[in-house]
Structures are given as C-alpha cells and as structure tokens.
C-alpha cells in the first residue's frame, strides 16, 4: 500500500472539510468530483490501492459509499435534504485503477418518498456496480 498516498488523503481532507454537500471529510478523503446534469448527478473517484479489499479490488464498501453520495447529492440539489430509507446494491465486476464514475438518477419524484438508481462504471466504461433506493425527505 502506498502510505504516503494515504496520509497526504487523509491530511488534505483534513485540511480542506467543511460541513456541506460536496466539501464533507468523506468527499474530501476520497477527491470526489461531484457534478450535476438534468436530473442526474456524476461522482468521479480515483481508484488507489489504500481503497482496496483484501482480494486487491476497490472495496465494496466504497462503492456503496460513492453509489449513495450521487443519490443524496442528486435528492439535494433536486429537491431538498433526504435520508436513506433502504439501498440494495449489485456488484458486476472489480475495479482496481483508474477513475470510477457514479451517475444517479430518479426512477419516481414524490412528494416526501423519492426512488433513485445510479450506476457505475469502471474506467473503461464498463459496469461494475447498480444501485436503487429509497429515500425519506427532511424537509
């Protein structure tokens, strides 16, 4: 594992978080690139070997990480403040470098229940892991 790597994350994300969609210590620890389209929202993550599973591959964990950041930012930025309800999540294949990108987007707009998916690829633009939710309105 490269440590240097994984300490200069940890200490920039240290030194630049702030409370906020997009400025958050996991978005920061993890250089997240959050964009926005017509009702969708694309995370980019680099993927560094201080990020891998015990087999050598992005952790599932991470992916479920990034998977729910592009629902709650899309929600947000939509529609208003939510909170996961329920997320069932699929994983298709590994990813072990380059950048995986997240892209999520409603499947129903309610009132204060909303349903997302996003999907992501890996750098090659292959599927690797499909995400849907539940979501819960806050406000």
């Not at 240290?14 to 389209?37: E, Q, V, W």
């Not at 993550?45 to 990480?65: A, E, R, T």
């Not at 590994?94 to 229940?113: D, E, M, Y």
Request: net charge neutral; with cysteine.
């Amino acid at each position: 594992m490269d440590e240097a790597a994984a300490r200069a994350a940890f200490d920039a994300a240290l030194r630049t978080h702030a409370p906020g969609f997009g400025t958050f210590f996991l978005a920061r620890f993890l250089n997240l690139d959050i964009s926005y389209g017509e009702d969708t929202c694309v995370v980019k993550m680099p993927v560094l070997d201080f990020m891998y599973n015990p087999q050598g591959s992005l952790h599932g964990g991470l992916i479920g990480v990034v998977l729910d950041i592009s629902m709650g930012h899309l929600l947000t930025h939509a529609i208003g403040v939510g909170m996961t309800l329920e997320m069932r999540t699929q994983f298709l294949r590994p990813a072990r470098s380059g950048v995986v990108q997240a892209t999520a987007s409603f499947l129903k707009k309610g009132r204060s229940i909303n349903f997302l998916e996003s999907r992501m690829v890996d750098a090659d633009g292959k599927d690797m892991a499909v995400a849907t939710s539940t979501w819960q309105l806050l406000a």
